[in-house]
């Protein structure tokens, strides 16, 4: 029987980090996927590290966004360092561009949010975000440039940490599915796979959006995939050198000449199928934002799941049974936590305590939900 340290379900961009992280402190880690690891999310995402609240309801993951972005200069370092690969880190701030007819009062609402949230961001007339990114559209009325904020090239960092996490000497295997947490009373004990059982001392579930169908972890997790279609444009025409921001898209330039275009939020279950009404809905947005793209040449299209959550946020720490572990549920910020997720998890194994108030983010919150829900039924 294989025996571990930690044993981790799914080698995403999550899994890949904890193992690294884990691997340097001393630990001896083994990571399952079910395919080929890496191929999932973290593949499919866009890599913008943008702590700013997509809606309200994300409003309480700002601190947690602000800090794993201030580790990412570091952890790209270490993480390129180690595995010898590039990760296409790019920290130009990003850009905001509005169009509506009441673009002032929309500019003062924007700033005094991210002001409020302790978020940099100063406001620009168009024609000196203009002067910036000569590719918006002059239909702009108002910017907001936010220079903190960066990008990374997911699908390299991704490989990078898997790398990085095997040069460390984390043990990473492909096609080997987890099946269910292996419970003996209130402890776990490890992971049951196809054919096998693997003894670890802690349990990690990283196994984004697929999570809750791993036996035994839907209590903890109960998340739904969140489909997200994209597009890569290539263009000698257009230069863009920051992630731009529309109303109902984002451009993100890439160190290889390419231009993401993201993305839409559809939930339409596990289905990963491209379809010609996103891909519109993307490329009229595009254009809109930056006409120059109408020429742009398309080098490909698809889509990714993101681990949606009921509350839209993160689900990290420990669960009511010993030695088991959640790191998933990262939603649209999963790029931007995955520093600050492997350190906390991390600091929970090696030293049973975190430098981080993570109670907001416990899995344990889904149950406490149902019992209060529970409690106010009508006898
Ligand atoms: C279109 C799109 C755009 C995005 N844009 C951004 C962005 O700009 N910025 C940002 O921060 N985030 C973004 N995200 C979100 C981010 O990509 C995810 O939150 C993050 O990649 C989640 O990583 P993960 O490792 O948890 O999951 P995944 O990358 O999905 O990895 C899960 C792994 O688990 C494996 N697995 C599944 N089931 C099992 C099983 N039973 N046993 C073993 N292994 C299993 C899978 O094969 C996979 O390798 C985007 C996502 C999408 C789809």
Redesign the pocket.
């Known amino acids: 029987m294989k025996k571990f340290d930690v044993a981790i ?8 980090a904890i193992a690294l992280e884990l691997s340097l402190a001393g630990k001896r880690v083994g990571v ?4 080929q ?14 702590p700013a609240p997509e809606s309200p309801a994300m409003i309480a993951m700002v601190p947690l966004g602000k800090m794993s972005l201030s580790l990412y200069p570091e952890f790209v370092a270490q993480v390129e360092e180690i595995s010898g690969m590039s990760t296409g880190f790019r920290s130009k701030g990003t850009l905001e561009a509005l169009f509506s007819g009441d673009a002032k009062a929309e500019l003062s609402t924007i700033i005094a949010l991210h002001h409020g949230l302790g978020l940099k961001a100063e406001p620009l007339r168009a024609a000196d975000a203009r002067e910036l990114e000569p590719a918006l559209s002059e239909d702009m009325e108002a910017a907001v440039l936010r220079p903190d904020e960066c990008s990374v090239d ?1 699908r390299a960092l ?1 490989s990078a940490v898997l790398e990085a996490a095997r040069r460390s000497g984390a043990e990473i295997f492909a096609e ?4 269910a947490i292996w419970r003996e009373g209130r402890r776990c004990a490890g992971l049951i796979l196809q054919n096998e059982k693997v003894e670890a001392t802690w349990t990690i579930i ?6 809750a ?2 036996e035994g972890v839907a209590a903890y997790a109960p998340l739904r995939p969140a ?4 597009v890569a444009l290539r263009t000698d025409d257009v230069e863009i050198d920051r992630v731009l921001w529309g109303e109902h898209i984002y451009l ?1 330039p890439r160190n290889d000449g390419r231009i993401l275009a ?2 839409t939020v559809e939930y339409a279950g596990f289905d990963k199928r491209t379809t010609a009404g996103g891909i519109e809905k993307i490329l009229s947005a595009a254009i809109e934002l930056a006409p120059g793209l109408a020429n742009a040449r398309i080098e490909e299209t698809w ?5 949606d959550t009921p509350d839209h946020l993160p689900i990290l720490g420990p669960t009511d049974m010993d030695g088991l572990l959640m ?2 549920g ?8 995955t520093p600050i997720t492997a350190r906390l998890i991390s600091e929970w194994i090696t030293e049973q305590r975190v430098s981080v108030d993570w109670d907001r983010f416990s899995p344990l919150r889904f149950q406490a939900e149902k019992m209060e829900a529970t409690k106010k039924m009508p006898v």
């Open positions: 379900a799914g080698g995403g961009v999550i899994g890949g399952f996927d079910r395919q690891p890496g191929q999932e999310a973290s593949w499919a995402s866009a890599g913008i590290l943008s997911n991704t080997n599915g987890v099946k990283a196994a984004g959006c697929f999570s169908a791993i489909k997200g279609q994209m993100v993201g993305a889509a990714g799941l993101r681990p790191a998933t990262h939603f649209r910020s999963g790029i931007l936590l």
